[in-house]
């Protein structure tokens, strides 16, 4: 069984298994996930679904053999983070401010 994580939107995740059903595969609506048989399933059924619905900000992500999360990038910035330039930390901008300091600078 391959497991499509849509990433809690409950609305592309039926969207996506209303486009199976058109292609003739079976496939399980839980929520935010999408249950699809293996030997029905190929990676570039994503691909065209994401091309299909004009998806361009989406991602598909393969997290092990049977699992694939679809998603939209967000950068550090947008969810109100930063990242320290000498070693990488993402942490708030006042966290980061004091572990700065660790670093010397």
Excluded: P
């Excluded at 059903?21 to 399933?41: A, C, H, M, P």
């Excluded at 190929?42 to 994401?50: K, V």
């Excluded at 699992?67 to 969810?79: H, P, Q």
């Excluded at 983070?81 to 004091?98: P, R, W, Y």
């Amino acid at each position: 069984m391959i497991t499509i994580n849509l990433a809690f939107d409950e609305e592309i995740a039926k969207e996506l298994t209303d486009y199976l059903t058109e292609l003739g595969i079976d496939s399980k609506l839980k929520e935010s996930e999408v249950q699809v048989n293996k030997t029905d399933f190929n990676e570039r059924i994503l691909s065209t679904f994401l091309e299909k619905t004009n998806r361009t900000q989406h991602i598909i992500q393969k997290i092990n053999k049977n699992s694939y999360l679809i998603s939209k990038m967000a950068d550090v910035e947008d969810l109100g983070l930063g990242t320290c330039e000498i070693c990488g930390l993402v942490a708030t901008e006042d966290k980061l401010f004091s572990h700065r300091w660790t670093h010397g600078a």
